[in-house]
């Protein structure tokens, strides 16, 4: 029996407002049985590096049993592990430890949709139409005169229509891949079961969820067509006219999920809520429902100085009339990584360091996307290697998500680097890789990972990063720079040249300061 994991981190209401959770995509981060794909023994291998790199909290992506269309995403049955990750004792074991060394540990719901081998789907195909079990889904007559055209024109977000026809005639939508059937959350018997599942792993011991999809769930009355669009901006937001995403409904099913949460004290969820409207978003993060929702806003900004201030004063103003902090991200596992973001090589690096300091310096809860640290860029593979379903779906216009998702590499000067035993891993690492891993990078104090690491513990422990908010205060043309209540400053230098630095005393800098300025493409933390 393992210890109680309740026992071991005290109960904190609100630990999770100003935290730095690091995102595990679990086929990414290591690989503890040699298979090439990572797995939960692999991450509970690496906890003591997580804990020593000072992050308050994981988010892992699903590990749930699943035939792995969307690489998990398609859960067969969100109250097991799949066994390529592993099973439930050793869940139960990285819980326990990652609480021993104080990392608490969220992670992914995914209520949207199930898996197309979710046991309530296969029933639902073998049942009538207008049975109990196709009720739990959205299935739908067709339109034209023998039903042979979709019911409505909605597309899916992986590319084709978001409709797919099964034999006796009627069709079921799914708003991702076919293999991925939304839930009808107007059927209490889905929101009882989505409670259940949040129970089983909160009676585990789990901090809290990251929900897939928050802005899901609920579709409005009769499927309407909606206004046409195109539809390549993956998980964009498409705005008010998409009726697929941020329908009123779906706020019953937050304050269902929020009632669950608040039976636990300590827990908390952070929604996926790609809702660009201010005030529609604030709606998510009310008393009753979201704690957090991560703030897209630095995801998708430019490196120019007018993106970047945009962003943060955007994201501030967003929260600004709720309970919740602003959440921050830089890069996750749907979208481009941000060192390829800003240029690539060297220029992309320089600007991720700086980056980091701009994303650690904001008030509010921040996420950390494995390799972020390592300061990893996208990998361009070849067609061959290419695995996730928008390459398929999109009759391969668009390359998909694979670039950001490569393995972490640990250690050595070859691939796997240390990920996994054997030298194939389930994307192909690339060659020159060697500089990137925290075996190389530890030595190095000037390395991208030693400046987390800086960066993080000042966080944790500096006065300056005492209160919140923050104001923009005076800078030099092409930089930003602004002040926490508890005194620090940050000044962030876009300008392409170095610039004087200004008074007070320099906590950490993201490149070498030498001779008294700071260089282009770099920023500074000052208590001021
Ligand atoms: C979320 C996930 C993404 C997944 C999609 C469908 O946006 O982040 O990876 O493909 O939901 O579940």
């Known amino acids: 029996m393992h210890p109680d994991p309740h026992t071991v981190l005290p109960v904190s209401a609100d630990w999770w407002r100003s935290a730095v959770f690091y995102q595990i995509y679990v086929r990414s981060f290591a690989d503890g049985n040699g298979d090439g794909v990572g797995d939960l023994t692999g991450i509970r291998s690496r906890l003591s590096y997580l804990a020593d790199l000072g992050v308050d909290a994981l988010w892992i992506t699903p590990f749930y049993p699943s035939p792995m269309a969307d690489h998990g995403y398609d859960v067969a049955d969100p109250r097991d592990v799949e066994p390529v990750f592993g099973d439930l004792a050793e869940f139960d074991a990285l819980l326990t430890d990652a609480h021993r060394l104080g990392v608490r540990v969220t992670i992914d719901l995914v209520p949207n949709h199930s898996s197309h081998d979710h046991e309530w789907f296969q029933a639902a195909l073998t049942a009538a139409p207008g049975s109990p079990e196709r009720a739990r889904y959205l299935f739908r007559e067709g339109r034209g005169p023998d039903g042979s055209e979709p019911p409505n024109n909605w597309p899916s977000v992986f590319g084709g229509p978001?409709?797919?026809?099964?034999?006796?005639?009627?069709?079921?939508?799914?708003?991702?891949a076919p293999e991925q059937p939304d839930l009808n959350f107007a059927n209490p018997e889905v929101v009882a079961d989505l409670e259940e599942t949040m129970r089983f792993w909160l009676d585990r011991g789990v901090d809290g969820f990251r929900i897939d999809v928050a802005h899901g769930m609920a579709k409005p009355e009769g499927l309407p067509d909606m206004v046409p669009m195109e539809d390549t901006g993956l998980l964009a937001d498409h705005g008010p006219g998409d009726l697929r995403f941020d329908q009123d409904g779906v706020h019953v099913v937050h304050r269902r999920i929020r009632a669950v949460l608040d039976e636990y004290p300590g827990t908390m969820a952070v929604g996926e809520v790609w809702v660009s409207d201010d005030a529609r978003l604030a709606q998510y993060l009310r008393e009753d429902e979201l704690q957090l929702a991560f703030n897209f806003k630095l995801l998708t900004a430019d490196w120019t100085v007018s993106d970047l201030r945009d962003a943060v004063?955007?994201?501030?103003?967003?929260?600004?009339?709720?309970?919740?902090?602003?959440?921050?991200?830089?890069?996750?596992?749907?979208?481009?990584?941000?060192?390829?973001?800003?240029?690539?090589?060297?220029?992309?690096?320089?600007?991720?360091?700086?980056?980091?300091?701009?994303?650690?310096?904001?008030?509010?809860?921040?996420?950390?996307?494995?390799?972020?640290?390592?300061?990893?860029?996208?990998?361009?593979?070849?067609?061959?290697?290419?695995?996730?379903?928008?390459?398929?779906?999109?009759?391969?216009?668009?390359?998909?998500?694979?670039?950001?998702?490569?393995?972490?590499?640990?250690?050595?000067?070859e691939p796997s680097y240390g990920f996994s035993s054997q030298a194939d891993t389930w994307l192909p690492m690339p060659a020159g890789w060697a500089a990137l891993t925290p075996e190389a990078q530890a030595a190095d104090p000037a390395s991208i990972q030693s400046l987390y690491r800086s960066a993080l513990t000042l966080r944790a422990s500096s006065p300056a990063f005492a209160g919140d908010g923050l104001d923009w205060v005076p800078a030099p043309d092409g930089c930003l720079a602004f002040r926490r209540p508890g005194g620090l400053v940050c000044l962030v230098n876009l300008s392409g040249a170095a610039i004087p630095l200004p008074e007070g005393q320099v906590l950490l800098a993201s490149a070498d300061l030498g001779d008294g300025t700071l260089p282009h493409d770099s920023a500074v933390w000052l208590q001021a």
């Not at 978001?162 to 991702?176: C, E, K, N």
């Open 162 to 176: 978001a409709w797919t026809r099964v034999p006796d005639g009627q069709w079921y939508l799914h708003i991702f």
């Open 313 to 413: 004063t955007d994201s501030l103003a967003a929260v600004s009339g709720s309970p919740a902090p602003a959440c921050w991200v830089l890069s996750n596992h749907d979208r481009p990584r941000h060192v390829t973001r800003y240029g690539g090589g060297e220029l992309g690096t320089r600007r991720a360091k700086a980056a980091a300091l701009l994303q650690l310096a904001l008030p509010g809860a921040a996420y950390i996307y494995n390799g972020d640290e390592l300061g990893m860029p996208d990998v361009d593979l070849p067609d061959e290697a290419l695995q996730d379903p928008i390459w398929e779906r999109s009759g391969h216009t668009e390359r998909g998500r694979d670039a950001c998702r490569i393995p972490m590499p640990w250690s050595g000067s």
